[in-house]
Structures are given as C-alpha cells and as structure tokens.
C-alpha cells in the first residue's frame, strides 16, 4: 500500500477495533446474565464462572464483527468527507477504487478472522463451555448444598446445611431419607463431606444421630460418630453430554456419523449450520460495501450523508435478519442453503454496482459542481 492508502487503513482499524471491544463488551454482559445462575444457584467459584463466560465468546463473532466493521466504516468515510480528505485524494488523483481498497482490504482480513473463529476455534470453545457445563450441572455437591436452605437432589430425599466451608466439609447437617417399602431416616450431624468409596458417591456424616421409622411404625434411635450415608440412589446416571450443532467441528457437520441415530436425525440442521459457518465471513465484506456505496455510491453532497446512511443501515439490518432467517429455513430444507451466501452476496454486488458506476472515478472536485462545465480555453493572444 502506498502512503495514503496506509492511512486510509488505519484510520478505519482504529474505529473498528474499538466497536470490536465496545460490542465484545455488550455480548460479555449478556452472556454473564445468562450463565449467572451457575454461580447464584450451583455455588460455583467466580473463575468458573468467568471461564465459561469467556468460552462463549467466539461464538459471538460472526455477529460483533460486521457490526464493528459497519460502525467503524461509516465512522471513518463520514469524518474523512466531512474535513474534505477523500476529496483532497480524488483531487490527487487517485482512482475511487485506490480509496475503496484500504477499508476493502480490512474487511477481507476480517472475513477470514471469522472464517478461522467459526471453522475451529469457536466450535472448540463452545465444546469446553459445554463440558463445564455439564460437569457443574451434574456435580453432586452442587445439587446437593445449598446453604441456609433445603434442598431436594432426588425423590425421596431432603438435605439442609447451614454453611459450607472452602474444604467442602458442611455443617449442622440435616438429613429426611424416605424410602420406596414406606420407612423413613431422619439424621442430624456436626458436619460431613461428600465422597466417593469404590466408585460409589456417599456423604459422611460425623458426630450426628439417626431416628428410623419403618413401614411398621416402630422408631429406632441410634447416635454416632461417623456414619457413611449411600447417596447411589439419588444420583442422575442417565445424564448424557450431547453437543449441538454449533458445537461440532465443520467436518463433524458434513460428514455426520451414519450409525448415530441423533446425526441421522439432524442431519440437515448440521448442513444448514455448516453452511451458515462458511457464509459468516460474507457479511464482514458486505457490510463494508454498503457503507462505502452509503457515503461514496453517490453524488458529492455539501449537507452530508445522513439519508444514504440511514438507508443502507436500514439493509444493512435487514440482510442479517434474513441471514438468520434462512439459516432457520435451512433446517428443513438442505435444498435452501445457497441462500445463506446469496443473502450477503447480492447486496454487496449491490452496493458494489453503485460503487463503481461511472466506471473509473470522476474527480471529486468536479462533482461539487456538477451542472457548472469548465468553460472553454481561451487561445493566447485573444482579446
């Protein structure tokens, strides 16, 4: 790139880093009130918590960055008209196409920042999210205590703890066993912890007493100091981790395995999402492209751009609209999934059509007085 090229780009990497960050923040505040829950209910520690946020991130991506580059680029090309730069750059003589090609250059860097984040690394993390996930939702701990309340992890059972230390030892423990034959236990200990012996999930409870009503009506009472309470029964083994769609990596989505009944059966949902990976990069050059047409597209205009940016902001929400729409269709329908790219092609040919109308670029200059011709060159020497 040559000299102003070079600050054409980086006029526009300034602004669409900072509506990077700026967005990125956005979409980290809504993933933290959705995930909020592990932490208020699940008593998980603020790094799990932050680990899981974090991992839900690149996901993000294919809907932060076209905003970003969208923002940034109408930004730049409004302040660049406004204090005259792009007219002193035709008026230099480049071509529109030398002017256009630092913001189409970062748009093209962009997509293929998104084509990696979606082909790779955004399914990794949303495969650790979920396994995280999964392992607070089916730790045992976790449904059990709740401190200062009573919890009830299994039929049958009811467990309350007043405190829980940072060792996980819980304490003033109160314990309502009810069991399918009719009989009962009710045990009340110091403290105890939750453990596993011969591969079996067990709480131990220390220094408490057991009251046992059977079906017969008759009551046995017993103290202890340590009782081991069988918590088998109570435990989930049913729950399976299953990953979805955006989970699975792009060869997982194309070449399904045939002998999973689950791959058999979403199978076009994993086409309409491996298509709609391949597609993300699309919308980062589309969008550029409608903000270019949106301030450059069109006749020099001393008053400003308002009009034409409101119109291609207005498709610029409307192409990712439909974007998502035909991802939708797509599930049902392996036959509509050349849409997801024609969805973001056709208004950057658009846009590129407006763009470069005339062909190469007429002068800036001569554009601020249009229905004024040069006049004709007088000849030395005339009167």
Known sequence: MRLIERYLFRQFLGPTIAAT???????LLTQTLYFLDIVVDKHQSVVVFAKIVALSMPQMLSIVLPIALFVAALITLNRLHTEHEIVVCFAGGMSRWRVVSPFMRLAVLAAMVTLVTMLWIAPWAQRQR???????????????VRDGAFAQPGKGLT????????????NNIFIDESKPDGSSSTFDAKSGEIVVRD????????????QQLSKLGNLNYLT?????????????TEDVLAYKPSDKFIHELLKPDKTNPDDRRNRKKY???AHSRLAAPLYDIAVVMLALAGVLGGAFSR?????????????AVAVRILGFGAQAA???????????????????????????RGGRASNALTSLTPHSPMPPAVPAGAV
């Open 330 to 356: 797509c599930n049902a329908n392996s036959g509509l999934n050349i849409l997801q790219y024609l969805v973001p092609l056709i208004p950057a040919l658009v846009a590129a059509r407006l763009l470069f």
């Open 224 to 236: 202890f100091g340590e009782y081991v309470l069988d918590l088998t029964p109570y435990v989930n």
């Open 271 to 273: 086409l309409a999402e």
């Open 159 to 170: 467990v309350y703890t007043q405190s829980t230390d940072q060792k996980g030892v819980m």
């Open 21 to 27: 960050l700026a967005l990125g923040v956005v979409a």
């Open 199 to 210: 591969g079996k999930p067990a709480m131990v409870l220390h220094d408490g007493s057991n």
């Open 303 to 315: 008053t400003g751009y308002s009009s034409r940016i409101a119109t291609v902001s207005a498709v």
């Open 130 to 144: 979920q396994e995280e996930v999964f392992r607070v939702k089916t730790d045992l701990m976790t449904s059990l």
